[in-house]
């Protein structure tokens, strides 16, 4: 079964849905009722939850065998008698004393500093002020010439980074959805959702997951013998990004320059997207280019 | 004279004593709920431990040892689960669906609190071992374990979004597991016995 966010509206009660709309969101619902009753889910979809459950006594008793269960275990865990590990911990410290010095870790060594090393650190001090100078001097130009050519940095940008993760994690793993969960993955997400169609790229699952603490869509393409992934975001964790927004206005993109993987982000009407995959960022450049048609 | 490198080495072992040895109980318990010997959990615990030695200098935020730790464990054991090909003979889904299904649609003759209420620790145990692995684990590291979803997904290398699926599916496993077994293992819970139950206490009170 996919992860999926659910667009919940249409069970609230007055609403009506067909007995198989309703079934199929129910199966939905079943995956984030542990989360619910958890309390990992963000605030907006708890609340959405909480009107579901006015009017649906299934899922009710299902939050009550839930909580019931999760608790009882953690009352067992919780009473469990504790563990006298003392010769555990004997035989460990044995096995790492005999390890071989050859298997020893790098350790980062205390270093002294003589006094020629302080000279050369203070010439080294003079030579990064003198550059420091030089690149505020310039720092306009550059600044123009980094976003005009759209690119940032992983490091800069907090949801590039998390996307980085995700998509690690993602790769690391069988992929969550499948393609005709599609209209599914639509009706969960608050903006307009499609997939990108260009030759050479196929849709091979889709699935939702969660960015800067908001319900996201991901799309993940064959392309080639690779697998690029598409996140399709809420605009404000686009837009929240200075470097981000400054390589939006001036190239209408904003792009990782060097490194693996590479990402591109851009607008949509109503959302953002972010398309990552383990390829340079030229190659990644020229099927969002073809994709996008920009 | 000890030199420097020595002192730096010390110093190393020093925060590896204080940050792993702490969670050594948490490491062995849970590879002693997913292996059949005791003694081969020691030694995947060990192995993982001495992964954790070497790779000492990645670990950035010492906040996070625990679950960085679990991550090295969880992969020395899939590791020796792959080698050995290890089966584990568990109940059929489909079945514990049904009996799942039959719980939340209020058609079972079990009042699942009472059952659940009368499970114990080598029970808990049974049930989970009857159950698929990767919702067992789910369920473990969050209820035994007190990790949050995020930690787990980080532990098995899974998406947010798969953990939260795993979590809501493998209860509803472990539920229907406990209630499939529930006279098997004297848990009682049916609804006759509630019945049974208030109707002397109506008596008694008369």
């Known amino acids: 079964m996919s992860e999926q966010y659910l667009d919940l509206s249409l069970l609230s009660r007055g609403q009506p849905a067909t007995d198989a709309e309703r079934e199929a969101q129910h199966g939905v619902l079943a995956s984030l009722l542990a989360a619910y009753t958890d309390g990992?889910?963000?605030?907006?979809?708890?609340?959405?939850?909480?009107?579901?459950?006015?009017?649906?006594?299934?899922?009710?008793?299902?939050?009550?065998?839930?909580?019931?269960?999760?608790?009882?275990?953690?009352?067992?865990?919780?009473?469990?008698?504790?563990?006298?590990?003392?010769?555990?911990?004997?035989?460990?410290?044995?096995?790492?004393?005999?390890?071989?010095?050859?298997?020893?870790?790098?350790?980062?060594?205390?270093?002294?500093?003589?006094?020629?090393?302080?000279?050369?650190?203070?010439?080294?001090?003079?030579?990064?002020?003198?550059?420091?100078?030089?690149?505020?001097?310039?720092?306009?130009?550059?600044?123009a010439a980094g976003t005009a050519k759209g690119t940032v940095t992983v490091a800069s940008v907090p949801l590039l980074g998390e996307v980085a993760r995700d998509y690690a994690r993602t790769m690391s793993s069988e992929l969550p959805g499948r393609a005709r969960d599609l209209d599914a993955v639509r009706e969960a997400m608050p903006f307009a959702v499609e997939p990108l169609h260009v030759d050479g790229l196929r849709l091979l699952a889709t699935w939702t997951t969660v960015l800067g603490g908001q319900p996201a869509a991901v799309f993940a393409y064959r392309w080639d013998d690779r697998i690029v992934l598409q996140y399709v975001l809420a605009e404000e964790l686009l837009f929240r990004s200075p470097e981000v927004r400054a390589s939006l206005a001036a190239s209408g993109l904003a792009a990782t320059g060097d490194g693996r993987p590479a990402l591109i982000a851009w607008a949509l009407p109503e959302a953002g997207s972010v398309l990552v995959g383990e390829v340079t960022p030229a190659a990644l450049r020229g099927l969002w280019s073809r994709a996008t048609g920009r | 004279m000890t030199s420097p490198a020595d002192s730096s080495l010390a110093a190393e072992h020093a925060r590896f004593d204080a940050l792993v040895l702490p969670n050594l109980a948490s490491l062995l318990r849970f590879a002693e709920r997913r292996l059949a010997s005791d003694g081969d959990a020691e030694d995947l615990v060990q192995e993982a431990c001495i992964r954790a030695w070497l790779a000492f200098a990645e670990l950035r935020d010492e906040s996070k040892v625990k679950p960085w730790l679990?991550?090295?464990?969880?992969?020395?054991?899939?590791?020796?689960?792959?080698?050995?090909?290890?089966?584990?003979?568990?109940?059929?889904?489909?079945?514990?669906?049904?009996?799942?299904?039959?719980?939340?649609?209020?058609?079972?003759?079990?009042?699942?609190?009472?059952?659940?209420?009368?499970?114990?620790?080598?029970?808990?145990?049974?049930?989970?071992?009857?159950?698929?692995?990767?919702?067992?684990?789910?369920?473990?590291?969050?209820?035994?374990?007190?990790?949050?979803?995020?930690?787990?997904?980080?532990?098995?290398?899974?998406?947010?979004?798969?953990?939260?699926?795993?979590?809501?599916?493998g209860r509803r496993m472990l539920a229907a597991t406990i209630v499939e077994h529930r006279k098997a293992w004297a848990l009682g819970g049916s609804t006759d016995d509630v019945t049974a139950t208030r109707r002397r206490g109506a008596w008694g009170s008369a």
Not at chain 2, 73 to 82: F, G, I, N, P, Y
Not at chain 2, 138 to 149: C, Q, R, S, W
Request: charged content about 25%; some cysteine.
């Open chain 2, 70 to 169: 679990f991550r090295i464990l969880r992969s020395v054991m899939c590791d020796a689960a792959e080698k050995q090909g290890r089966r584990r003979q568990l109940v059929s889904i489909t079945r514990l669906d049904d009996v799942h299904e039959s719980l939340v649609g209020g058609e079972a003759d079990v009042v699942f609190s009472e059952v659940a209420a009368r499970l114990d620790a080598e029970l808990l145990q049974r049930a989970l071992s009857m159950i698929p692995e990767d919702f067992a684990v789910a369920v473990e590291l969050h209820d035994l374990e007190g990790f949050k979803y995020q930690e787990i997904a980080d532990i098995v290398g899974a998406p947010l979004g798969t953990v939260m699926s795993r979590m809501s599916r």
């Open chain 1, 40 to 143: 990992e889910l963000p605030a907006e979809t708890t609340s959405q939850i909480d009107a579901h459950l006015l009017g649906c006594a299934r899922c009710r008793r299902e939050v009550e065998v839930q909580r019931t269960l999760g608790a009882r275990v953690r009352d067992l865990s919780a009473s469990a008698p504790q563990v006298d590990v003392s010769g555990a911990e004997q035989r460990l410290r044995a096995r790492l004393a005999a390890l071989p010095h050859t298997t020893m870790p790098e350790v980062r060594p205390t270093v002294q500093r003589p006094r020629h090393i302080v000279r050369l650190v203070l010439i080294g001090c003079v030579a990064l002020l003198l550059l420091a100078i030089t690149v505020l001097a310039t720092r306009g130009s550059w600044a």
